[in-house]
């Protein structure tokens, strides 16, 4: 084995792409200057529920401009549904397994039911407008107190990954044990991810090749997906998504739009854009659904759990069983002998639900951290305490050790940070001027998702000395270009000024899409392994080349620096080994294969949040005053990128926590609000600073390089600690989110 | 948005001749409501009538203590300009605290007093909706009416007015100013904003072509001590779910004079006159204050939803009063801190 | 940058109706005029992105509620999207593409990188706008006040923190 020095990565660099960014020359997909652009427009149903009888598009077609109305007598007929599976296992990925404008059934409102083509936006927008559309409507179903009585256990949830139940023990034998119990129930208002970029595609045919701009987390999700929708072949469709302007799951899956575009450039014989509105956001990549969870703990007077069951109610779409999978961690993080688990859905009128930052632990954590610091309270133990004294180092449903934890270290650096010690526990005791000062704190953790196949990147080195590293991984926030130049870097022995990552196009190679906190684990591993294969191939190549320096020595004394081999006296640079050697350049493809789904290892990613919050005791608002979080993701690739992306999933449980809230009319089945003036997001005088506490812990499971993620863990328990803060300011326990002025006054 | 033709209007008169005489005109100005309506096809003129060129931007005291300013200043300028952070510092307060810095750039004063509800089945343009289409019903009564109004409602139409700043203008008796076909007029602006009643599509008295000039404020002594307290879900660039625009003078421990006006709560920025009735001669003490409070939302007509508002609208004036009563006795009051605590 | 910019090429276009046909209009931009045929509805900001390819100032909501499309109207913040282009005739418009020559970035642009004010990058040409006026305004006074005065500059991401950051750097420089 051959070495390098280590030493960039995990350092705080600069984006590389920063000044793109900051300059205004970074192009997302709906800014890609091709002549003869057609612009299409999606219209949605009106209804939530019926059937379309007809569209009227005379008025629409006569406007000036209007290219072409489509609707289910005149877009084709898509080839194949593929089956809903998340998009990190590297097959197709539909957001549901319903594709609109098929038949005149409507299930949602807004389910596209036509495109208008024009050449020019404004045109097709307004001749959208123009359509008559008759409906036969029938009552929607949309809601928890709608749909309560219709559940069902399903068998399984998310795309069949997960079982609708599980339990361990005997829940019922643990409560009788428990010397006291807590029962809670939370409601949760449905949410939406809203990325300041709406989602969009741009669709270009040259004869039988099509060519998509696509706003996604998955280049090759959009190439599967649209390929097999299609039926068009792989090698016929390449997809790029360079700059992608935000996603938090709303472009993890592969919604309808990119295969409507490419109908619509191919029906009318000009490359089209298609960008949905911002109001088309809350119709068109999911949500994280409405939802209602019970938590029952049962524990001794000492503190330790005898049982834990969590179950939850939510909607799902007509097509799928999906909900958010929520309570799965309840089993898992602390030591606890009975558990029981359990989803119930019922069919609605809403498209499939999907990914939202943390899915599943963003809901599930706050039900469970809640129902702790209840307990906490009950005892009178410290909510720290009460979680050491839960404490697990093994996964407590499967018994298998944790590949790595850092949890303990979470809590202890985050108190320690924080100035939790001689905190009074009583609740309404600390006030300022109109005031209520309280502050609270929770467990933070997220699973390390599987991953199913093999993830690849490839390392060229140029006789000059600068290294090109290659995978299809679109960017849409994480930093991934600067984090994989450090990565390459380090596994060439080049400075990482020499190093630049060309990703988000599918004729790179492969990449999973960038979900479930998986994007930094797997493509560093892609791109370790193709850097140090290069690497290899390089010192190899220079020990049994007699004209070279190092001609004889063992490869694995070889150490590579600035470029430069040396084994004790004698070096020889890659460029000049290349130059020597008449090769422009040498090149390496890198394969990781994840861990089998068996391995007998625990892999969680864990944190500690803390709060504090102040509530105008009259008034009932709410202001978040400081925040820290101490977390503990495995290896960190970049302190700077890392720390944004934990801060901004912590200013997202604050956003979930206070404002967040989307619901159904139900009368109507409409979402009530579908602008950012109506679904509130934290804006600037709403976020306090933040202060972000990293704790490396070493993992030779996960992955080669032992990174465990930063994009879903920041947000998770934040929201239950600024409940238990709420708590702790004002006596009332609100089980409801977002927390509003309503609860508290 | 349809298509629409576009006309840049040289004076005052002009403007009004070009939209009095065609029904399917309408004035243009900061655009910040406009453009978004004509967008949504809420609002559906076939042509503008561009107004910003005119003269009509002016912000200047009068010798008397009050102001006089133009219909097309922008809500930036007037907030910013030292006579009415001076004499009025409510003004201020609320000019800064609507929108955004980018939105009072734009946002003209005229236009300001002109906004449309924010009411989602108003904007959708698809939903029965009284104010849009006139006898096609309220789908706010049963519908999500959590930032509806809970004052001057009718079984027609809940919708809040949206305005911050008229809720200020209507707490210190200031007029609009207008150019019609007819002529100058000029309007107390409390009866200048409508409440539904069975026409809710009527929301202010002017007719079709009248242009808004100018607005006056009288001078108002009270007014120096005077503070607008919002209270929202977020700490910023959002409506009130409920608002108080308050001024007050104490003299030996009695009420002298109160102006106060409630945002947020009603269909029309609501001069809260029960309550100021209530209050003058009074001491302050804060059980006066809320029996005040009590007086007036006493009509409110909640819905399941909104129902929150009554009381909360009544802790917001008593805070109001509360800070304004004791504060020292002159000088602009703290502002109430329902922004930022820390 | 000055509060109230003279307009710089004001034309004789008033009282003559134009539209709902293209019309032939002239833009300022970055200080260079532009001669573009657009219908009287579109957007200052469809008329950059769509017409003269400036695509710095982004399309976030189209509805005046996130700020991503800020840029300057006679030097003062604005929202592009709720801004008909032809009401722009006769004034000057700076977008992010003129705020400063590639080769030699704005202080702001260089604070935002250093402080990683943002993430995926769709907000930032607007916050930074948005920024930039913030401090010749004044209101960059103290954390609070730019709490306020940037609120109208939505970043999903939520980089608020290091947006604060890279906006306090800039004022104390000056």
């Known amino acids: 084995m051959t070495a390098t020095i280590p030493s960039a990565t995990g350092q705080p660099l600069d984006r590389v792409d920063g000044y793109a960014k900051v300059s205004g020359r970074a192009r997302y997909s709906a800014e890609i200057p091709i002549p003869d652009m057609a612009y299409a427009y999606v219209v949605g149903s009106r209804i939530a529920a019926g059937r379309v009888t007809g569209i009227d598009a005379s008025a629409a077609q006569a406007e000036e401009g209007v290219l072409a109305v489509l609707t289910r007598q005149t877009l084709p007929r898509i080839a194949e549904q593929p089956p809903l599976i998340p998009s990190l296992a590297g097959t197709a990925a539909p957001g549901q397994t319903f594709f609109p404008v098929q038949d005149d059934t409507v299930h949602y409102a807004g389910q596209p039911i036509a495109l208008v083509v024009a050449d020019t936006w404004e045109r097709a927008q307004h001749a959208a407008r123009l359509l008559r559309v008759s409906y036969e409507e029938t009552p929607p179903v949309t809601t928890l107190d709608q749909g309560r009585d219709l559940a069902y256990e399903p068998e399984r ?66 190439q599967m997906t649209v390929s097999r929708l299609l039926g068009i072949p792989m090698s016929r469709i390449r997809v790029i998504g360079h700059y992608v302007g935000g996603s938090f799951g709303s472009k993890a899956m592969i919604h309808a739009h990119p295969t409507l575009a490419a109908m619509a450039a191919r029906a009318v014989g000009r490359p089209v854009k298609l960008f949905l509105t911002r109001e088309q956001m809350f119709t068109s990549v999911g949500h994280r659904e409405e939802q209602e969870q019970q938590v029952t703990l049962g524990a001794t007077r000492e503190g330790r759990l005898t049982a834990i069951r969590h179950l939850k109610l939510s909607p799902t779409s007509h097509f799928d069983d999906w909900a958010e999978p929520s309570v799965g961690t309840s089993s898992q993080i602390y030591a606890c002998p009975h558990y029981e688990g359990a989803y119930r859905l019922f069919r609605a009128n809403t498209m499939t639900p999907t990914f939202m930052r943390a899915p599943g632990e963003a809901s599930g954590m706050h039900a ?85 196949n093999p993830q690849r990147a490839r390392a060229r080195l140029y006789a000059d000395g600068t290294a090109v590293v290659q995978a299809a991984t679109p960017d849409f926030g994480t930093g991934v270009a600067t984090v994989m130049a450090q990565v390459a870097a380090d596994g060439l022995g080049l400075g990482v000024d020499r190093c630049r990552f060309e990703s988000g196009d599918t004729d790179l190679p492969n990449i999973a899409a960038a979900v479930g906190s998986a994007g930094a684990g797997m493509i560093s591993a892609a791109v370790h392994s193709a850097a140090t294969a290069l690497r ?91 925040m820290t979080g101490a977390f503990a993701p495995g290896r960190v690739l970049n302190a700077k990128t890392a ?19 989307n619901h159904m009319d139900p009368d109507t089945g409409h979402w009530v609000s579908s602008s950012l003036g109506e679904y509130l997001v934290p804006v600037n005088a709403d976020a306090p600073d933040v202060d972000v506490e990293l704790i490396e812990v070493e993992d030779d499971v996960v992955n080669p390089l032992g990174v465990k993620g930063v994009g879903e863990i920041g947000q998770v328990g934040v929201s239950a600690a600024i409940a238990n803060a709420v708590h702790h300011a004002t006596g009332r326990r609100i089980r409801e989110l977002p927390i509003t002025i309503e609860d508290l006054i | 948005m349809r298509p629409i033709a576009y006309l840049r209007a040289t004076d005052a008169a002009n403007a009004v001749e070009a939209v009095s005489t065609d029904p399917t005109s309408d004035f243009l100005a900061g655009g910040t409501t406009e453009v978004d309506l004509l967008r949504q096809e809420v609002l559906n003129p076939r042509r503008l009538v561009d107004i910003n060129d005119l003269p009509l931007t002016g912000i200047e005291g009068t010798p008397e203590g009050g102001l006089r300013i133009g219909a097309l200043a922008r809500m930036s300028d007037v907030a910013a300009a030292p006579v009415v952070r ?47 289409e006139p006898g096609t019903g309220c789908s706010a009564i049963k519908g999500f009416s959590r930032g509806h109004a809970v004052l001057g409602t009718s079984e027609h139409c809940i919708a809040t007015h949206p305005s911050d700043v008229a809720v200020a203008l209507v707490a210190l008796d200031a007029r609009v100013r207008t150019l019609g076909p007819k002529g100058e007029r000029t309007y107390a602006v409390d009866d200048f904003f409508l409440v539904p009643g069975d026409s809710p599509h009527r929301e202010h008295p002017m007719e079709h072509g009248e242009l808004i000039t100018g607005i006056e404020v009288p001078a108002t002594p009270v007014a120096r001590r005077s503070l607008y307290l919002k209270v929202r879900d977020r700490a910023s660039y959002e409506f009130a779910l409920v608002s108080v625009a308050a001024a007050l003078s104490v003299a030996d421990g009695t009420i002298a004079d109160v102006r106060m006006a409630l945002g947020g709560v009603a269909t029309k920025p609501w001069r809260a006159r029960r309550a100021e009735d209530f209050l003058v001669g009074a001491a302050t003490d804060p059980d006066g204050f809320r029996m005040a409070a009590r007086v007036e939302m006493a009509d409110a007509r909640p819905t399941p939803l909104n129902a929150f508002k009554v009381e909360l609208a009544q802790r917001a004036i008593v805070r109001a009063l509360r800070t304004l009563s004791d504060g020292p006795g002159a000088g602009p009051a703290p502002r109430p801190g329902t922004g930022s605590p820390s | 940058m000055s509060a109230t910019g003279p307009a710089l090429t004001r034309r004789d276009t008033t009282a003559v109706e134009r539209g709902p046909d293209p019309v032939r209009i002239t833009l300022s931009v970055n200080g260079t005029e532009h001669s573009l045929d657009v219908e009287p509805r579109v957007s200052l900001l469809d008329a950059l992105r769509e017409h003269l390819d400036l695509t710095g100032a982004k399309k976030g909501c189209d509805q005046g509620t996130c700020g991503a499309c800020t840029v300057w109207v006679d030097g003062r913040r604005v929202l ?95």
């Open chain 3, 80 to 174: 592009a999207c709720l801004t008909l282009a032809l009401t722009c005739e006769g004034h000057e418009v700076t977008t992010i593409e003129g705020l400063a020559p590639e080769a030699e970035p704005h202080p702001l642009q260089r604070a935002f990188v250093e402080h990683d004010a943002f993430q995926c990058g769709y907000c930032t040409p607007g916050q930074i706008m948005s920024a930039v006026a913030l401090i010749e305004e004044g209101h960059a006074g103290d954390d609070a006040e730019i709490k306020e005065w940037m609120s109208g500059n939505i970043c999903r991401c939520a980089a608020y923190p290091n947006i604060r950051a890279a906006i306090r750097a800039v004022r104390d420089q000056t």
């Open chain 1, 157 to 222: 949830i998310f795309g069949g990954w997960i079982p609708g139940r599980s339990e361990r023990g005997d829940v019922a034998a643990g409560l009788r044990e428990a010397d006291v119990t807590v029962d809670g129930t939370y409601t949760y208002a449905a949410n939406n991810h809203n990325p300041l970029e709406a989602s969009c595609t741009t669709a270009q045919w040259d004869g039988d090749d099509l060519l998509l701009y696509d706003a996604t987390q998955g280049v090759n999700a959009t």
């Open chain 1, 643 to 661: 720390r944004s992306q934990l801060m901004g999933g912590m200013l997202w449980g604050l956003g979930q926590a206070l404002l967040e809230a």
């Open chain 2, 86 to 132: 001076e004499r009025f510092p409510m003004l201020a307060q609320v000019l800064e605290s609507g929108a955004s810095a980018q939105l009072r750039n734009m946002a003209s004063m005229g236009g300001n007093l002109l906004q449309r509800v924010r009411c989602s089945y108003f904007r959708d343009a698809e939903s029965p909706c009284n104010k849009r």
């Open chain 1, 536 to 626: 290899r191939q390089l010192v190899d190549s220079a020990v049994a080349d007699p004209g070279s320096p190092l001609f004889g020595a063992d490869p694995v004394r070889v150490v590579v620096r600035d470029g430069v081999m040396t084994a004790g006296a004698a070096s020889e640079s890659y460029s000049d080994l290349l130059r020597r050697t008449l090769r422009p350049d040498a090149e390496a493809v890198g394969q990781w294969n994840p861990p089998a789904h068996d391995v007998p290892y625990g892999m969680m990613t864990f944190g500690a949040q803390f709060a504090e919050v102040a509530v105008d005791a009259d008034l009932g608002v709410v202001r978040v005053r400081r």
């Open chain 1, 368 to 452: 469970l951290e809640c129902s702790l610091d209840e307990l906490a309270h009950e005892l009178g133990l410290d909510p720290i305490e009460l979680r050491l004294r839960n404490h697990t180092e093994v996964d407590a449903m499967t018994g298998h050790p944790w590949s790595s934890s850092g949890l303990r270290e979470c809590y202890e650096r985050g108190a320690d940070r924080f100035g939790w010690a001689g905190r009074d526990p009583r609740p309404g005791t600390r006030r300022e001027g109109d005031w209520l000062i309280g502050t609270g704190m929770a467990t933070a953790s997220y699973p390390v998702a599987p991953l199913a």
